[in-house]
């Protein structure tokens, strides 16, 4: 199969390729496997989340009450260093 790009992307393909020192059509296979890959994250970070039990809504009071405990979290971390 034979794929048309324009060809300022076909130069900036070739450059890329050339710079990591592979094929144009290793390039673009890595480049599908690295976004294959963050695709399977999100999905496993979604099932964790949907998982981990009650929804809770994110209103200004939840956004405060998280702000507050990592502060808490990171201050906790200082003193501890120190």
């Known amino acids: 199969m034979s794929i048309t790009v324009h060809p300022e992307l076909e130069a900036k393909l070739r450059a890329r390729a050339e710079a990591d020192g592979i094929t144009v059509d290793s390039y673009l296979e890595r480049l ?47 003193k501890r260093r120190a």
């Open 32 to 78: 599908m496997q690295d976004e294959d890959a963050e695709i399977a994250h999100t999905e496993a970070l979604l099932q964790e989340a949907a998982d981990s039990g009650e929804y809770v809504e994110l209103n200004e009071e939840e956004w405060e009450r998280m702000e507050r405990e990592a502060v808490a979290e990171a201050e906790g971390k200082s």
